[in-house]
């Protein structure tokens, strides 16, 4: 199973933009996917999840009301757009899914078993 993240890019502050994360190996239809984000030095971040259904949407407290996780079942693809973009929300985002399908697990990264490579976003003031 690998995941890939894409989407990633240098913006101003106040902008929008918009990640996906597509997968080989599994129909991410099956399965919960998340958004987490990572700093140099830093731990990986829980940002935004999404059941198989499509709903159960979950955001960390810092994203709320600016970034809006979605996917596209058919295309086997999970969005995350970000708008209202901050320098503090420049990061390397990654797109996670778990062993089982059907499955959420807590936001700890640790409970997350397949991961995108990363793609970087920031955004400068």
């Known amino acids: 199973v690998q995941l890939q993240a894409s989407g990633g890019g240098l913006v101003q502050a106040g902008a929008s933009l918009t990640l996906s994360c597509t997968a080989s190996?599994?129909?991410?239809?099956?399965?919960?996917v998340a958004w987490f984000r990572q700093l140099p030095g830093n731990e990986r971040e829980f940002v935004a999840a999404i059941h198989w259904t499509g709903g159960g949407l979950r955001y960390a407290d810092s994203v709320k009301g600016r970034f809006a996780i979605s996917r596209d079942r058919t295309k086997n693809v999970v969005f995350l757009q970000m708008s209202s973009l901050k320098p503090e929300d420049t990061a390397v985002y990654y797109c996670?899914?778990?062993?089982?399908?059907?499955?959420?697990?807590?936001?700890?990264?640790?409970?997350?078993?397949?991961w995108g490579q990363g793609t970087l976003v920031t955004v400068s003031s």
């Open positions: 190996g599994r129909a991410l239809s099956d399965y919960a």
């Open positions: 996670a899914s778990p062993e089982r399908d059907h499955y959420v697990p807590r936001s700890s990264s640790g409970n997350w078993r397949y």
